[in-house]
Nanobody, 123 residues
Framework: QVQLVESGGGLVQAGGSLRLSCAASGRTFSSYNMGWFRQAPGKEREFVAAISRSGGSEYYADSVKGRSTISRDNAKNTVYLQMNSLVPEDTAVYYC????????????????WGQGTQVTVSS
């Protein structure tokens, strides 16, 4: 089992950047593929990015591709999401998630979730 705690959210102006972090408990962090998702008010949770156990493979939603980078440090049990050129449409609660399954874009297939961190982008 793994517990996840996100941090790094906040209020930023359009065009700005944020780096989200997700710290995981447990000694088996490197066994999990990790993902970032977001949920805006009144909308369904949507995939943002995912990274493989070793960090060798990354996947992005079209909406953030070219503006965001997912990375991980298995020695620190942490996964990151660097977001640049933020736009108001990026405003949402951002969640990290862990799965022992493949690298997934379907939120329903992730076993573990953090509590989320709010990102607000002002215009």
């Amino acid at each position: 089992q793994v517990q996840l705690v996100e941090s790094g959210g906040g209020l930023v102006q359009a065009g700005g950047s944020l780096r989200l972090s997700c710290a995981a408990s447990g000694r088996t962090f490197s066994s999990y593929n990790m993902g970032w998702f977001r949920q805006a008010p009144g909308k369904e949770r949507e995939f943002v990015a995912a990274i493989s156990r070793s960090g060798g493979s990354e996947y992005y939603a079209d909406s953030v591709k070219g503006r965001s980078t997912i990375s991980r440090d298995n020695a620190k049990n942490t996964v990151y999401l660097q977001m640049n050129s933020l736009v108001p449409e990026d405003t949402a609660v951002y969640y990290c998630a862990a799965t022992l399954r493949g690298i997934l874009t379907d939120a329903g297939l992730y076993e573990y979730w953090g509590q989320g961190t709010q990102v607000t982008v002002s215009s």
